[in-house]
């Protein structure tokens, strides 16, 4: 289910906020979960995509994955919050690239926050949400494809839902969903064409 938007705190204020109250070298996804209360679906979705966004980053996107997998499925069983088991709980992160990607993500944050709104705020609600989620698992899906350069559009697609469902901006969520979907597109084009080559050269 979305998570409502009754705080003042805006993403990149709350984002922020979380690694300042971050104890040592490491955290773990456990951690950062259990400090995003009321609005754990959107936010834990969005931090988890932003190093997905990162051209040409590897290990990372393959590490989060996983974790938005688990996350997308109970968005598609409608569960009221998230939970991951814990072994995916116990994955950690270092503090310092936490910052790094609050600091670097900030800019941008607020730029969507400056245009984005309540739209189409059914799209961000039960059953659409869920429809939603079951778009987030394909994308999710697609980061774990370990082809270089696959995981940032389907990064940026699950960052700009998450940001729409925190926001209740149906407008937001669905660029997101065209994103993922034309990308996904993209991919089978692709791999359709590269299996056509090869069987003809194999027959020829």
Not at 32 to 46: N, P, T
Not at 65 to 87: D, H, R, S
Request: hydrophobic letters at 55%; a positive charge; one cysteine or more.
């Amino acid at each position: 289910m979305a998570d409502p938007v009754d705080s003042p705190m805006t993403i990149s204020q709350r984002f922020s906020r979380l690694v300042a109250d971050a104890e040592g070298e490491m955290v773990t996804l456990a951690w950062v979960l259990d400090q995003l209360h009321e609005r754990a679906f959107g936010l834990f979705l969005l931090i988890l995509a932003l190093p997905c966004c990162i051209p040409f980053l590897y290990g990372v996107p393959q590490v989060v994955a996983l974790p938005l997998l688990f996350i997308a499925g109970q968005m598609v069983l409608g569960w009221g919050k998230p939970w991951l088991p814990q072994k995916l709980g116990e994955r950690q992160v270092a503090t310092a690239s936490l910052a790094a990607l609050a600091r670097r993500s900030d800019p941008w944050l607020r730029r969507i926050e400056a245009v984005s709104r309540p739209r189409l705020a059914a799209l961000t609600r039960r059953p659409f949400d869920q429809l939603v989620g079951l778009a987030l698992l394909v994308f999710s899906a697609a980061i774990l494809v370990p082809v270089p350069g696959t995981n940032t559009v389907p990064g940026i697609a699950v960052a700009i839902i998450a940001i729409g469902l925190l926001q209740r901006d149906g407008i937001l969520v669905l660029l997101g969903l065209i994103l993922g979907v034309a990308w996904i597109g993209t991919l089978l084009v692709a791999g359709a064409t590269a299996v056509s080559l090869i069987m003809a050269w194999i027959g020829g």
